[in-house]
Antibody, heavy 120, light 107 residues
Framework: EVQLVESGGGLVQPGGSLRLSCAASGFTFSTYAMSWVRQAPGKGLECVSTISGGNSGTNYADPVKGRFTISRDNSKNTLYLQMNSLRAEDTAIYYC?????????????WGQGTMVTVSS | EIVMTQSPATLSVSPGERATLSCRASQSVSSNLAWYQQKPGQAPRLLMYGASTRATGIPARFSGSGSGTEFTLTISSLQSEDFAVYYCQQYNNWPFTFGPGTKVDIK
């Protein structure tokens, strides 16, 4: 079964850090681009970062550039998102998503999401 | 950044009726357009990609059309399980951006 399972969310104070993980199974993880998409409570979807399956090139949305780092360990079939200098506006459900292609494409598989709350 | 807009914000439809959802891009995205369905408490689910290709397991009552900047998702005969929020997304240029969503609810 093709599956993505996120972990690592929780409550953190402003300025703090968290590392999210996404464990993949049921497909050749190294081949595909992977992304992190977030959804603030009651709001829409925002793609914050993506990493290609080929050369592991990365992209970041402006609101997280310089604070978040996406990475992948193909030997462990795991995607990561290191989040530093967290702000209240980073509060959201964070989903990992698999692209249909190596360098992008629609998101055909989604995890169940992990909640990140930034609050004092 | 490519801005995606969707209309209407809310669509009230009776079961069995046809629903037509619109999505517009601020500049051409070619056919690199996807539609997702999201139900409360669930992750989004891919419905369409390439503007008009149904994803695996998606019923034939869902169809997509358009290219460039104007796109449409049509649900030919709404079933109870189709009441949800629908998002369009362009993946032609980074950042990949989503529309604000159209909520399809029961009339």
């Amino acid at each position: 079964e093709v599956q993505l399972v996120e972990s690592g969310g929780g409550l953190v104070q402003p300025g703090g850090s968290l590392r999210l993980s996404c464990a993949a199974s049921g497909f050749t993880f190294s081949t595909y681009a992977m992304s992190w998409v977030r959804q603030a409570p009651g709001k829409g979807l925002e793609c914050v970062s993506t990493i290609s399956g080929g050369n592991s090139g990365t992209n970041y949305a402006d609101p997280v550039k310089g604070r978040f780092t996406i990475s992948r360990d193909n030997s462990k079939n795991t995607l990561y998102l290191q989040m530093n200098s967290l702000r209240a506006e980073d509060t959201a459900i964070y989903y990992c998503a698999k692209s249909r292609g190596s360098y992008g494409g629609a998101f055909d598989i989604w995890g169940q999401g992990t909640m990140v709350t930034v609050s004092s | 950044e490519i801005v995606m807009t969707q209309s209407p914000a809310t669509l009230s439809v009776s079961p069995g009726e046809r629903a037509t959802l619109s999505c517009r891009a601020s500049q051409s995205v070619s056919s690199n357009l996807a539609w997702y369905q999201q139900k409360p408490g669930q992750a989004p689910r891919l419905l369409m990609y390439g503007a008009s290709t149904r994803a695996t397991g998606i019923p034939a009552r869902f169809s997509g059309s358009g290219s460039g900047t104007e796109f449409t998702l049509t649900i030919s005969s709404l079933q109870s399980e189709d009441f949800a929020v629908y998002y369009c997304q362009q993946y032609n240029n980074w950042p990949f951006t989503f529309g604000p969503g159209t909520k399809v609810d029961i009339k």
